[in-house]
């Protein structure tokens, strides 16, 4: 059974920075995709980033720059370094992880940019 857990959601500036977390728990191996989407009030979910289990990554052309993926094999763990926030980022945040043809979705965790 996969689980993801995310944290680190909460308020800041504009021009700030905060960083989420997401642990992906439970069995598996081979090749798999962690990221994050994002989905504000009245649009769609997007994505934000994305990272391979190879290390490659892709962001949305509005993010990039100004955050940053970062997986933990390890650990299952994938993290978003969101640095330059601006108000449009404002959205619910959620973790996903694709593996063996499934998808997968953490419970989400709310940004909001005040300017």
């Known amino acids: 059974q996969v689980q993801l857990v995310e944290s680190g959601g909460g308020m800041v500036q504009a021009g700030g920075s905060l960083r989420l977390s997401c642990v992906v728990s439970g069995s598996f191996s081979g090749f798999n995709i962690m990221g994050w989407y994002r989905q504000a009030p009245g649009n769609k979910r997007e994505l934000v980033a994305i990272?391979?289990?190879?290390?490659?990554?892709r962001y949305a052309d509005s993010v990039k720059g100004r955050f940053t993926i970062s997986r933990d094999n390890a650990k299952n763990t994938v993290d978003l370094q969101m640095d330059s926030l601006k108000p449009e980022d404002t959205a619910a945040y959620y973790c996903n992880f694709i593996f063996s043809g499934r998808n997968y979705w953490g419970q989400g965790t709310q940004v909001t940019v005040s300017s």
């Open positions: 990272q391979l289990s190879d290390g490659s990554t």
